[in-house]
T-cell receptor
Framework: DAGVTQSPTHLIKTRGQHVTLRCSPISGHKSVSWYQQVLGQGPQFIFQYYEKEERGRGNFPDRFSARQFPNYSSELNVNALLLGDSALYLC????????????FGPGTRLLVL | GQSLEQPSEVTAVEGAIVQINCTYQTSGFYGLSWYQQHDGGAPTFLSYNALDGLEETGRFSSFLSRSDSYGYLLLQELQMKDSASYFCAVLNQAGTALIFGKGTTLSVSS
């Protein structure tokens, strides 16, 4: 079975632009979470979606938004990019309410210049 | 809120045993998870302890003491491929997200 997939793998943007990152969960998984990881730190929670509804939101500004589609794939959107948004963006899926065990995708490495 | 403390770096030689400690402060506690992340890779799930005691999975074991808000990951028969970052994590109070420690970088040398 395919694992969590994310696209694109790498992205370079300039300040003020917007970006859309995509994620496909493991088949049968209905929950998708997004995390931001900066160098030398652990992943930081951004959003969790379950059955297409937002179930949790981390301490990120409104420039960050996300949604989950009927096929359980998800998009993360970031508007008005700042230099500090440069990071690895990780998507994780889980079967349902079990959030202790999450399966992470390879991430999208975003560089904002 | 939730916070976790773990050592930033640990070094060891092949074949040795290493223990990575994690202490946590939480508003609510569901259990302690451990993830491994190789350089440039994705975090991968290693273990989860909801109850006190030791859980063993091959060369890796994880321990939890809820009364001490403490856990550890034990890696035995270390191999070069075990060089990676190891994160302990707990769920947030709502149970909707993992809160990660800053990670411990393990370097295994020959």
């Amino acid at each position: 079975d395919a694992g969590v997939t994310q696209s694109p793998t790498h992205l370079i943007k300039t300040r003020g632009q917007h970006v859309t990152l995509r994620c496909s969960p493991i088949s049968g998984h209905k929950s998708v979470s997004w995390y931001q990881q900066v160098l030398g730190q652990g992943p930081q929670f951004i959003f969790q979606y379950y059955e297409k509804e937002e179930r949790g939101r981390g301490n990120f500004p409104d420039r960050f938004s996300a949604r989950q589609f009927p096929n359980y794939s998800s998009e993360l959107n970031v508007n008005a990019l700042l230099l500090g948004d440069s990071a690895l963006y990780l998507c994780a899926s889980s079967k349902g309410g079990d959030q202790e065990t999450q399966y992470f995708g390879p991430g999208t490495r975003l560089l904002v210049l | 809120g939730q916070s976790l403390e773990q050592p930033s770096e640990v070094t060891a030689v092949e074949g040795a045993i290493v223990q990575i400690n994690c202490t946590y402060q939480t508003s609510g506690f569901y259990g302690l998870s451990w993830y491994q992340q190789h350089d440039g890779g994705a975090p991968t799930f290693l273990s989860y302890n909801a109850l006190d005691g030791l859980e063993e999975t091959g060369r890796f074991s994880s321990f939890l003491s809820r009364s001490d808000s403490y856990g550890y990951l034990l890696l035995q028969e270390l191999q070069m491929k075990d060089s990676a970052s190891y994160f302990c994590a707990v769920l947030n109070q709502a149970g909707t997200a993992l809160i990660f420690g800053k990670g411990t970088t393990l370097s295994v040398s020959s």
